[in-house]
């Protein structure tokens, strides 16, 4: 058993620094190029435009180590979960509006829908890191003039946040590994080229510590998908 748990524990490992060291080399690569390209260049709107290539370059090493991070430390139990009301509800509208500019560049529909208010007990920021890593997937999976919505309601003694979208969709045989470490359906990967296929672990990871469940819906490719997890109710 110690065996097989050192095997596996080795492979992890193995597959975080692969994962790690082939996201990162990317923006790496485009820093190297830009940094050569200044040297030499004189034409200050060039220039400048080489400065926000960087910037950018910076800031998705910035993302891509933060996530790395995050979903390292969201298995471990050293970090202490704090207990707090938190309005799902509030949560996803804030992020809605923060969301805004990338909702109106694809001509998307979105909406929360109206419900009365329900609470839970949880940590309010990493509840929310939930709730936004939903909300990426669907705007970056979704096609132009595709409908969103956002809906939490109370079923019995727990509260379901879900999430609806006309996407790309999730075939049958891929809905049981979706939350897995590092997995990445190949329409995922041609759509989003930059994602580490582990937000949604992270995301199953934080709503378990919460004595949630999380899970997705979806009638197959090309006909949408929706992403819901329940929590206990606020007592």
Known sequence: IYWNQSQEADQLKYEFV???????????????????????????VKFREGLDRLNLSNSQLIEITNTLLEAARTETSSYNYKKEEVDLAAVAQNLVTRYAPDIATKHLDVSVVPSPKVLVTGDIDRLTSVVEILLRNALTYTPEYGIIRLLVRQEGKRVRF?????GIGVAPQHQGH?????????????????????????????????SGTIGVTSEGEHKGSTFWFTLPLRK
């Open 18 to 44: 692969t994962v790690a060291a082939h996201k990162l080399r990317t923006p790496l690569t485009r820093i190297r190029w830009e940094i050569d390209a200044l040297k030499e260049s004189s034409d200050p």
């Open 162 to 166: 879900s999430i609806s979208d006309t």
């Open 178 to 210: 979706i939350f897995s470490r590092f997995f990445r359906e190949s329409r995922a990967r041609l759509t989003d080229t930059e994602g580490l296929g582990l937000g949604l672990f992270m995301a199953k990871n934080i709503v378990t510590r919460h």
